[in-house]
């Protein structure tokens, strides 16, 4: 883990533990546990941190989603321990749909701790993270965020909504879209 931040240029928000959110009061922090039978997927939940997902807001309200193989869903990545979460979130952002962000905050952050079924040594942690963020007027700067646009164009479209879709990918984050098209 770097010993001071270190920023990506594009913007100064950076977030290199969820733990440090527990005590801020302008932050949701839940916790769950929850037991996995699948070792495959307990081995998923062991190699990655957690996941970086971003609400971008327009000045309609409306929320900018991504088409993905399940449905339309939040921008959201998987994030490598000792990663900078708010950088993974904006590249992410950038690589999916083009789109410059400024990320206003941390809404909410959910820690889970997973245990493996039938184990009682093997257990992981992981964390949703997700951020506020709103689109920023300038184009891009790929090579800043050092993003590469997705090249998945037919399977990760982009686009604005003011309710939550038919398609809605019914994942992790589903909750968050909601909570955001009704304030």
């Given at each position: 883990m770097p010993l001071r931040p270190t920023y990506d240029g594009f913007s100064k928000t950076c977030l290199l533990d969820p733990e440090q959110c527990r005590e801020r009061?302008?932050?949701?922090?839940?916790?769950?546990?929850?037991?996995?039978?699948?070792?495959?997927?307990f081995n998923g939940h062991e190699t990655w941190a957690g996941t970086a997902a971003v609400v971008v807001l327009n000045d309609d309200g409306d929320v900018l989603l991504v088409n993905g193989p399940d449905g339309w869903r939040l921008p959201a990545s998987p994030v490598k321990a000792g990663d900078d979460w708010a950088a993974v979130a904006r590249r992410?952002?950038?690589?999916?749909?083009?789109?410059?962000?400024?990320?206003?905050?941390?809404?909410?952050?959910?820690?889970t701790s997973y245990r493996l079924a039938g184990s009682a040594t093997r257990q992981t942690t992981g964390y949703d993270v997700v951020f506020r963020a709103r689109p920023l007027d300038e184009p891009t700067p790929m090579d800043h965020l050092e993003a590469k646009r997705s090249s998945e164009r037919d399977e990760w479209a982009?686009?604005?909504?003011?309710?939550?879709?038919?398609?809605?990918?019914?994942?992790?984050?589903?909750?968050?879209?909601?909570w955001f098209l009704e304030e």
């Open positions: 009061t302008d932050v949701l922090f839940r916790e769950e546990t929850e037991v996995v039978d699948d070792r495959g997927a992410w952002v950038a690589q999916k749909t083009g789109l410059a962000v400024d990320l206003d905050r941390v809404e909410r952050v959910q820690r982009d686009d604005w909504f003011a309710s939550v879709p038919e398609r809605a990918a019914d994942d992790a984050f589903r909750g968050d879209v909601e």
